[in-house]
């Protein structure tokens, strides 16, 4: 891994929390991803599935980490399985974590090859009267791969129908919402390598670029900075091309006169950051560009206000929505008549800000986190909202990510990226 390794003594605390909600006499099981083909003998680059990741550190393909706090052998509490590394493999593929390694990453202490899982787990069932499965329940999830964990779910019922079955997911999702320092910490890392690339895209951007050079710049600034790159699909989106929230191409050259919507950013041992900002392609935002832009960052500042504890996720997206409304009459975009005939399901606003203007992140850029209870503390969020105007071919959106407080607004993990209109026309101008 490019980033430096991680204390296990953030490990050890998710585990704690995760095996304080577990049932009496039960097991938990969580598997690696596996490596995904792509054709012929090429594999997509490994990535670790988060939930192992946040309960135990290791990030290496087939390994398994097994939780059962009632074990009748103490040091069976917690155990983690790693593929058996060898001569030939450190060869060919590089050195694998050995028991010793493993345990200083995790800091489970019983490490056996994952050769033993079999033997292990079908003796420790005979103690367990229920198995917690992970299955994926993220509200956006869209999964049409058979994944390492449902082919251990599907034999797992096979080989002990008796046992009684339970969720990891809704643990997950509370515990995994609220971050602890050291987590927020990898995160404020990935915003800094994440304003390294902004600033840098500042100084070389202008009229003739193409969209895939800008985002050739940011690779190599987020991949120097020792992330893997980005944290999700880069959208660098010029003129009309913002107007698709999707935007994914990046093949376009950049004219003058036209607006660059960038949603961008780079991860960090494996936690995300998500930063969007809009900039003018020669340096200098027009009358309207300029008016479009401070009516979409006075929205997001309001907004981020009202993330505090106690907020209800859907109540906060209505008032952002009240917000984007007010703003919209006042640049002509709706009159009066358009909000008094809204249909209440779908706002007049909506026709300019389609979509929500939060979401949790961390681990995921769309994270694990509960949405239909109170935010509490340490939550982050993404603050993004945006006007979309086809018929002036303009796009514009703003992105930070904020950490909630106990007390008064939030910590903006991204309070050193420019966003104000002066300060981005200065450097775009040096």
């Known amino acids: 891994?490019?980033?430096?390794?991680?204390?296990?003594?953030?490990?050890?605390?998710?585990?704690?929390k995760f095996m304080a909600q577990m049932r009496p006499k039960s097991i938990a099981v969580f598997n690696s991803n596996d490596i995904y083909p792509i054709s012929a003998d090429s594999t997509m680059p490994f990535e670790q599935h988060?939930?192992?990741?946040?309960?135990?550190g290791a990030d290496q393909e087939e390994t398994i980490l097994l939780l059962f706090p009632d074990a009748m052998d103490e040091k069976h509490q917690e155990i983690l399985f790693v593929r058996e590394t060898n001569d030939h493999i450190a060869v060919w593929e590089g050195a694998k974590l050995t028991k010793e390694q493993a345990t200083e990453v995790s800091g489970i202490e019983t490490?056996?090859?994952?050769?033993?899982?079999?033997k292990i787990f079908f003796d420790l069932m005979t103690e367990a009267e229920t198995i917690y499965f992970n299955t994926n329940e993220h509200y956006r999830?869209?999964?049409?791969?058979?994944?390492?964990?449902?082919?251990f779910i599907i034999d797992c019922k096979k080989k002990f129908p008796a046992h009684a079955v339970a969720k990891s997911n809704p643990i997950l999702q509370k515990i995994r919402g609220v971050k602890e320092p050291e987590e927020i910490a990898m995160m404020l890392t990935a915003c800094s390598i994440t304003e390294k690339g902004f600033r840098r895209l500042l100084g070389f951007v202008k009229p003739g670029v193409w969209e895939y050079e800008?985002?050739?710049?940011?690779?190599?600034?987020?991949?120097?900075?020792?992330?893997?790159?980005?944290?999700?699909?880069?959208?660098?989106?010029s003129g009309n091309n913002a107007n698709v929230l999707h935007y994914l191409e990046n093949n376009q050259q950049c004219k003058s006169g036209d607006l660059i919507l960038m949603d961008v950013a780079a991860e960090y041992a494996n936690y995300s950051s998500d930063l969007t900002r809009t900039i003018p392609v020669n340096g200098k935002f027009t009358k309207r560009q300029k008016e479009v832009?401070?009516?979409?960052?006075?929205?997001k500042n309001e907004a981020t206000k009202m993330l505090m504890p106690g907020t209800i996720w859907a109540e906060y997206h209505k008032e952002c929505g009240k917000l984007m409304t007010?703003?919209?009459?006042?640049?002509?975009?709706?009159?009066?008549?358009?909000v008094q005939n809204e249909d209440s399901n779908w706002p007049a606003y909506k026709k300019y800000f389609m979509h929500g203007t939060s979401h949790h992140i961390g681990l995921n850029t769309h994270d694990y986190g509960e949405l239909k209870t109170p935010m509490e503390a340490n939550m982050v969020f993404t603050v993004e909202p945006g006007i979309y105007?086809?018929?002036?071919?303009?796009?514009?959106?703003?992105?930070?990510?904020?950490?909630?407080?106990?007390?008064?607004?939030?910590l903006n993990l991204m309070a050193t990226i420019p966003i104000e209109v002066e300060e981005i026309e200065e450097l775009m101008a040096n």
């Open 50 to 56: 988060r939930d192992i990741f946040y309960l135990s």
């Open 141 to 151: 999830q869209a999964v049409e791969t058979q994944t390492r964990e449902d082919r």
């Open 326 to 338: 007010s703003e919209l009459l006042g640049l002509g975009l709706l009159d009066k008549a358009d």
């Open 214 to 237: 800008i985002e050739a710049e940011l690779l190599h600034e987020f991949i120097r900075n020792r992330s893997k790159g980005f944290a999700y699909s880069p959208i660098i989106a």
């Open 111 to 118: 490490v056996y090859w994952l050769t033993d899982f079999d």
């Open 293 to 299: 832009y401070e009516a979409v960052l006075r929205v």
């Open 1 to 16: 891994m490019k980033y430096d390794q991680l204390p296990n003594s953030l490990f050890k605390k998710n585990r704690k």
């Open 389 to 410: 105007i086809p018929d002036e071919k303009m796009g514009v959106r703003l992105e930070d990510d904020v950490v909630i407080q106990e007390t008064g607004e939030p």
